[in-house]
């Protein structure tokens, strides 16, 4: 299990949950767990968790006893992340005085007696968390951390002996492990993490790379972990739209070079796949972060041959990593328990009863298979064909497939609990009343809102339904009307052509510029992106004044404005909507007026809540509950609507 900050290590009460939530998964069948990352000293904490002193260290023995007794097995090593450039606080340090594009602060230079610190404080660092109990350390050197600012040329301008020649620039990582082995002693895991692919542009060489490894492994490290990015490069590592497994190659190339197991990691979410990746010899060991948050026990699972059980992590990092970046809790989109194991559990049911459960999108498949779980009899009613509501849509947007799995898992989970599903079947007030339900869920979603624009009607406008389903033809000049998550997710799949970059690791290194095979400096140095523009003029419009795409997800809202911007889609903001007409549609734009020529105008304004069946069961006297989008429409996405269901079924 790789090493991923949860935001328990600051949370009150956070080391009782992080015992809990690594637990669950070491009783499981992981091999070993990495932990999110601890900063070794004050300059490098950022106010956040540290290990600098034995109070410090005491906390931590929680953890790891609860780790041990789950299964003694089990290795559990603590990550030392110093991220030196990248702290928010005056205090950071690095070996220049270079500031990160993603930075607040310029860091301060470090002297000679502040290098030793540096070097000292993370020896002591791993010294306690052996004393803490740790099986091992992880030192993190990549990622744009202190360690890999030493690394790469263009943050270290140093003149002295850890700057200029790589054999200086690699001084203080190798000093740092050196002195670490001398003091942890043998027995003791030492991993170090690098980035054998750190996609910046005049990043590290491929030769540099391979040296380094050569070095670690003399100076005594167990094991080595690869990474293939720093935060501030342009390239999407781990989102959606990533193919799986796309980076385990160049671990494999590494491997070849040295003699300690190396890890390998990113966009690997399936037992199969990780089985690929060790067959095709491109590591020794698969580190895996997100999918364990997804499903504590993927690895039981996989081991006993229930792969079809898994809840698969689908990359979307709304719950995750978008809450790790702006210091909120994290936890997972299709898994609410993730970080909340002492909070949230499906124990079962005190009394058995029986439950109709009305729609099959997130809410109401979250609900029913929860409840169902718990020993419910539940009867899930849906209206269409097929399971899985709003992921419908969404698996259909290239770059979305993974959407697919949601909807494998459930159908999956339905039979495992024995759900009685009905599709084709619209539940209306006289047959649930029929069957004598104790408890009805109303999780019917949502239908699309309808802006009250004059010619709203007219034979150009379509809904992001229609258009997403097929069932509306899309013209060569477009107009979207609302740039929210639906409205990017519309002009991804008309803006795009050829097979989706997520599933094809080729189409993915062309679109965004990396070269696997030649890996010139960074994988990414002199390498253009090649975006073939879209086949029709397509504008994406708001009425917010704020930048287009604002809104979106904090770590992946950036790479769906770039692609789009490639493709040569026009986004607009601050704009009135004034009519519709056979010219296109007007508008007001800084107060002067403008018709856009369009032959489709897409509708993607959002959402209002659908009960119809809810207000007609009312009406009858019976007493449902809403859950989902039929609940709040307003700003509901999956997350909010598994998590909401998720908590009302583990009570019911
Ligand atoms: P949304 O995020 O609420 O966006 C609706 C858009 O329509 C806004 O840009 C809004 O912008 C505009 N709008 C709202 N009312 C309007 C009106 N009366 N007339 C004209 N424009 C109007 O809704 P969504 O895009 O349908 O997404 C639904 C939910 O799914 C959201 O919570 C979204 O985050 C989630 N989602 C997430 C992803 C993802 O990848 N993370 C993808 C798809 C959906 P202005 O008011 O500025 O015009
Ligand atoms: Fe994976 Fe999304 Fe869950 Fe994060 S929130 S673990 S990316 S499914």
Known sequence: MGSMHTGLEETEGGFERMAAYFA??????????????????????????????????????????????????????????????????????????????????????????????????????????????????????????????????????????????????????????????????????????????????GGMSWDEIVTLGKALEKAGVTIISTHFTWHESAVPTIATMVPRAAFTSVTGRLRKEVNVPVITSNRINMPDIAEQVLERGDADLVSMARPLLADSAFMRKAVEGREDEINTCIACNQACLDHTFSGKLTSC?????????????????????????VGGGPAGLAYATIAAERGHAVTLFEASSEIGGQ????????GKEEFYETVRYFNRMIEVHGIDL?????????????????????????????????GIDHPKVASYIDVITGKKTVGKKVAIIGAGGIGFDVCELISHSGPSGAVDRDVFAAEWGVDFENHPRGGVTGVEPKVAKADREITLLQRKESRVGAGLGKTTGWTHRIT??????????????????????????????????????????????????????????LKPELV???????????????NQASHMAAVV
């Open 564 to 621: 789009l911007a490639r493709r040569g889609v026009n986004m607009v903001n601050g704009v009135e909507y004034v009519k519709i007409d056979d010219d296109g549609l007007h508008i007001l734009q800084n107060g002067q007026p403008e018709v856009m020529e369009a032959d489709t105008i897409i509708i993607c304004a959002g959402q209002d809540p659908l009960r119809d069946t809810y207000d007609a069961l009312i009406a009858e006297g």
């Open 24 to 201: 669950e998964r070491a009783a499981n069948n992981i091999g070993m767990i990495i932990t999110g990352g601890i900063a070794p000293n004050e300059e490098s904490s950022s106010g956040g968790a540290m290990m600098s002193s034995d109070e410090e260290a005491e906390k931590h023995r929680m953890v790891t006893s609860a780790v041990h007794n789950a299964d003694p097995d089990v290795k559990i090593c603590m990550q030392i992340l110093h991220p030196g450039p990248l702290a928010y606080t005056p205090n950071a340090v690095a070996p220049s005085a270079v500031k990160s594009r993603i930075a607040p602060f310029v860091p301060n230079e470090l002297d000679k007696a502040g290098i030793n610190k540096q070097i000292d404080d993370h020896v002591r660092c791993a010294v306690m968390a052996k004393q803490a109990g740790y099986d091992g350390v992880e030192i993190i050197g990549s990622a744009g951390y202190l360690i890999s600012t030493f690394l790469v040329q263009k943050t270290n301008l140093r003149e002295d002996e850890y700057g200029g020649s790589y054999e200086n620039r690699m001084r203080f990582a190798l000093e740092i492990v050196e002195q670490t082995r001398a003091a942890v002693g043998e027995d003791f895991i030492l991993i170090f993490r690098i980035a054998a692919m750190d996609m910046l542009e």
């Open 333 to 357: 989109l299709v898994n609410p328990r993730a970080c909340h194991e002492t909070l949230l559990n499906y124990l079962p049911a005190e009394q058995a009863k029986k439950i109709a459960v």
């Open 391 to 398: 992921f419908n849509l969404a698996k259909t947007i290239p």
């Open 422 to 454: 009905r599709l084709n079947t619209p539940a209306t007030a006289a047959s649930l009343k029929a069957e004598d339900f104790d408890d009805i869920i109303i999780a019917t979603g949502i239908k699309p809102r309808t802006p009250d624009i004059e």
């Open 628 to 642: 989902g989008g039929a609940y709040e429409a307003k700003e509901l996405d999956a997350k909010a609507a598994i």
